[in-house]
Structure formats: structure tokens, C-alpha cells
């Protein structure tokens, strides 16, 4: 048997635009292993097809995105690099031009990629939902400022995998009311920025003081700052001159002023195309650039004047929950150790470890088991 399958492509109006051959089988069907598709057509059927939609709707979004939204003029192009798309059936190289913008309208930029808006991440959601799971870890501190004389104040550790856990809001606020929290007081967050994690803060309690990590936004800086480093061998003027600007985007973000921040992030996504053709690394930092842009947009309301707030003895850093996520994660979870876990089995064993570290496990065996002696389980366990 002769099989051909075929890819129709139709434009919004139903009209056929292009037909492409997508595979061609010949297919017996005299034994039981014949029949139906073998694992490897079936790989290349979907990589095949995966790879010619990808690339129509590409083609698509930048066709769409040439031209000038305001007077609709034709946008040149500068230059064309490629993109990695990581997907369920295959990692494709995607085209990604950078364009002038249109001078009809007073920018702060002069170029511009289309493809950043449409690729946020290099990886299909469903690839990361396939083979990645998060695991939310944190520490719960009464508040207390940082010229205290006191003992250390109560905390309570806490951990999670949040699409495990489906009541992953009433077990913060458990860890709270234990702490003897209650609804009319302050409550300030501080977060690494990441998506999950600012989405379960602000469902917990909009109303109260959600603060970006500075721990965490300099950790980004620093990565930029290395990369600026290996610039400065190749044009040593404008290699210090982007370093500079690093570091004066740092001392803006200090201050909370975002407007002169994200100026200088253009400053420097300006300034590294001179080392386009020379930097080995050059894509790299350019992703690192993007991506650094990207956090501060999605977090530019939880950044406030760290400056201030550190005048005034308050929390701007998370540093005391990094032990925690070395505590409660531990070397179980280390690569290391070679072990792979479900989603469920590592939910399992940090609410383990977090009873363990609050010293409450004793706690809840004795409500299981009400005559059981059970000793002080060590840290360690």
C-alpha cells in the first residue's frame, strides 16, 4: 500500500494557499507488524508537520508585524538571526529579523525584534509541563529589622509542588495562622520574581506588601556583568563603557526608578550590537539582555525604592530563605544524587522535611497515634 499525507494549508477565507507533501509510507499488511505506524514514522510525521506549522505561522506573525502600526509603512530590516524553539516533537530553528522602527513616531529605540513578544522562552509550555515541575519553597519570619539586638524571631519553613498540591493557598495561610497571623495585620512578600510564585502571593493577599527579591534581581545583573567582561577584550573603550552602563542600571533599580532603568536596559541592547560579528558569546548575551527585560516588565510593580527601605532597617532580600531551600530541598533533590521524582513523590517528601525542620513531625505522629512515644526527630531526618 502507497501512502501519502499531505499538508493543506487555507488562508482566514477557507481558500487553499499551499499544499506540501509531509510523508510517504509504503505499507504492507501481511503481519501484525505491519499494521499502523512504527514509533519512528510516527516521530517523523509529527517532527515533519510540527516544522511546516511552525513555519507558516511564523511567517504569519512577521509578515503581520512589517509593517508600522501607526501610518503602516513597510519597516526595513536590519539584520536576521534564528531562534531555538524547544517543542514536544522536535527543537526547530525559527527566523528572527531585527527591523528599524518607523520614524514616524518618537521611540526610545531605533530596532527592534518582532520575535521577542512571541517568544517570551525558548521552550513550548507544554514541553516544560511534560518534564519540569516546580517545586515552591519558603520561610515564614515574624517581622523584626536588621539592627535588632533579639534572638533570632520564630520562622516556620514551608514547601510545596504546586500543581501537586491543590490547596496550595490554605497551606501558606496554615503556616501564617500558625505564627499567630491574623487577617488585619501587615504582611510583606518577598519573591523571587517568578510567575508562580508572585501569582500565589498576590491570590493569598493582594492587599498586602509584595516586594522583588534585590538578592535575586542582582544575581541577573551579575550573569549580564560577566558577559560584558569577555566585551571588554574585544573593544576594551566600549566594553567598560556597556559595564557602566550595568552598573548604573543597577543603581537605578536601587532606587525604584523603573523609567531610567529600562532606558538603560536599550542603552546596552544598543551598545552590544557592535560585537555582533566579534563576541563568540554574542547570542547568548543577547537572549541574557532580553530576558533581563522581560523580568523587570513582569515585576515592575513589586519593585520599590530598595534604598529607602534599607535606610529604614526594612527586608529587601531573601537571603535567609536561600539556607531554607538548601534545608528543605536538601541533597535529595541535587542531581548528584541521580534520582529521579514524580510529582507527587516529591511533594511527599517536602511536607517530610518542612514537619521535620518546624520540629512538628513528633506532632503529628502523636495526633495519629495518641499513645505512641515518639522521641525528637533530629534535623537531619
Known amino acids: 500500500m502507497h501512502v501519502k499525507l ?103 529605540t531605533t530596532t527592534f525584534r518582532p520575535m521577542t513578544s512571541l517568544l517570551p522562552e525558548s521552550v513550548a509550555p507544554e514541553l516544560l509541563l511534560m518534564h519540569n515541575f516546580e517545586v515552591i519553597v519558603g520561610k515564614s ?35 501564617l495562622q500558625s505564627q499567630g497571623f491574623q487577617l488585619n495585620q501587615q504582611i510583606t512578600f518577598l519573591s523571587d520574581g517568578g510567575d508562580s510564585v508572585r501569582d500565589l502571593q498576590l491570590d493569598m493577599s493582594p492587599e498586602a506588601e509584595h516586594i522583588l527579591d534585590w538578592f535575586h534581581l542582582t544575581m ?27 552598573e548604573r542600571l543597577k543603581w537605578s533599580l536601587w532606587h525604584g526608578n523603573l523609567s531610567k532603568a529600562f532606558y538603560k536596559i536599550d542603552d546596552i541592547e544598543s551598545l552590544i550590537y557592535n560585537f555582533e560579528e566579534t563576541y563568540p558569546k554574542f547570542k547568548q548575551l543577547l537572549k541574557a539582555v532580553e530576558e533581563f527585560r522581560t523580568y523587570i516588565t513582569n515585576n515592575r510593580h513589586l519593585i520599590p525604592n530598595y534604598g529607602e527601605r534599607y535606610r529604614h532597617g526594612e527586608a529587601i532580600a531573601t537571603g535567609f530563605v536561600e539556607a531554607t531551600v538548601n534545608q528543605v530541598v536538601s541533597k535529595r533533590f541535587c542531581k548528584k544524587q541521580q534520582m529521579q521524582w514524580s510529582k507527587r513523590g516529591a511533594h511527599l517528601l517536602l511536607q517530610t522535611r518542612v514537619k521535620t525542620l518546624n520540629r ?22
Open 141 to 175: 519570619t515574624l517581622a523584626f529589622t536588621r539592627d535588632e539586638d533579639e534572638e533570632t524571631p520564630s520562622s516556620k519553613r514551608f514547601g510545596f509542588v504546586q500543581t501537586v498540591d491543590t490547596k496550595s493557598k490554605r497551606r501558606l495561610y496554615e503556616v
Open 6 to 108: 499531505q499538508l493543506v494549508m487555507c488562508g482566514d477565507d477557507g481558500q487553499e494557499e499551499t499544499i506540501t507533501d509531509i510523508i510517504t509510507l509504503q505499507k504492507d499488511s501481511q503481519h501484525i507488524e505491519h499494521l499502523g505506524l512504527t514509533l519512528r514514522e510516527a516521530k517523523q510525521l509529527l517532527n515533519t508537520l510540527q516544522q511546516h506549522l511552525l513555519q507558516r505561522q511564523v511567517e504569519g506573525f512577521l509578515e503581520a508585524s512589517s509593517t508600522c502600526l501607526d501610518c503602516g509603512t513597510p519597516l526595513k530590516a536590519k539584520g536576521s538571526h534564528t531562534r531555538t524553539f524547544r517543542t514536544l516533537f522536535g527543537t526547530f530553528k525559527l527566523t528572527s529579523p531585527r527591523l528599524f522602527l518607523c520614524p514616524c513616531q518618537r521611540r526610545k
Open 220 to 246: 541577573r545583573l551579575t550573569v549580564l556583568d560577566q558577559y560584558a567582561k569577555g566585551l571588554v577584550h574585544g573593544d576594551q573603550t566600549l566594553g567598560e563603557e556597556i559595564r557602566d552602563k550595568i
Open 360 to 381: 512538628e513531625l513528633e506532632s503529628v505522629f502523636k495526633r495519629w497515634y495518641p499513645d505512641m512515644q515518639v522521641g525528637e526527630v533530629p534535623d537531619a531526618a
